[in-house]
T-cell receptor, first 114, second 111 residues
Framework: DTAVSQTPKYLVTQMGNDKSIKCEQNLGHDTMYWYKQDSKKFLKIMFSYNNKELIINETVPNRFSPKSPDKAHLNLHINSLELGDSAVYFC?????????????FGQGTRLTVV | GENVEQHPSTLSVQEGDSAVIKCTYSDSASNYFPWYKQELGKGPQLIIDIRSNVGEKKDQRIAVTLNKTAKHFSLHITETQPEDSAVYFCAASKGTDKLIFGTGTRLQVFP
């Protein structure tokens, strides 16, 4: 059973389109995250939700909107996609909202904007 | 805010040799230091972590050391094997503050 699963694994789309990436965790964790990993492998947090509430919101363009329908799901919607949005996006989850616990990552979604 | 620097960016070793990756952090209040391993096409996975009340922690061939005074911590892998080849990330955090990752080290172990 996959602990943190995100779909799709690959996403190729044209500039200006709107797309969504879905994430689900079956670990019973309270906290979920979205990270962005660029071409140089830099890994940076974008958002964090605890029990469906936003607790970390980094300096991310408001074209990116996370949605957490319940604590097991955290989806990422991106409007008006730009070339610079091309990256690998990782969903992750952890127990509690203290950052000092292990984060479990999904396999990533490679987004390519053409 | 916290800043984490990681060196080297690439590291090549012969199978059986040891590998050491070093990180420094800027916020003296940081108290949690995990190390993640990312294999090709996969998400990062925690391999070991250390908290600020401990100076060293070992798990089989992997060890992490922490020097709070100097604000640096290191990952040591002994008897490296080809399957240790991956990108390794250090990170630092304190309490509910976000986890800050280092820039990654690509380790290649040659048979």
């Amino acid at each position: 059973d996959t602990a943190v699963s995100q779909t799709p694994k690959y996403l190729v789309t044209q500039m200006g389109n709107d797309k969504s990436i879905k994430c689900e965790q079956n670990l019973g964790h309270d906290t979920m995250y979205w990270y962005k990993q660029d071409s140089k492998k830099f890994l940076k947090i974008m958002f964090s939700y605890n029990n469906k509430e936003l607790i970390i919101n980094e300096t991310v363009p408001n074209r990116f909107s996370p949605k957490s329908p319940d604590k097991a799901h955290l989806n990422l919607h991106i409007n008006s996609l730009e070339l610079g949005d091309s990256a690998v996006y990782f969903c992750a989850s952890s127990q509690g909202w203290d950052q000092n616990t292990e984060a479990f990552f999904g396999q990533g979604t490679r987004l390519t904007v053409v | 805010g916290e800043n984490v620097e990681q060196h080297p960016s690439t590291l090549s070793v012969q199978e059986g040799d040891s590998a050491v990756i070093k990180c420094t952090y800027s916020d003296s209040a940081s108290n949690y230091f995990p190390w993640y391993k990312q294999e090709l096409g996969k998400g990062p996975q925690l391999i070991i972590d250390i908290r600020s009340n401990v100076g060293e922690k070992k798990d089989q061939r992997i060890a992490v050391t922490l020097n709070k005074t100097a604000k640096h911590f290191s990952l040591h892998i002994t008897e490296t094997q080809p399957e240790d080849s991956a990108v390794y990330f250090c990170a630092a955090s304190k309490g509910t503050d976000k986890l800050i990752f280092g820039t990654g080290t690509r380790l290649q172990v040659f048979p």
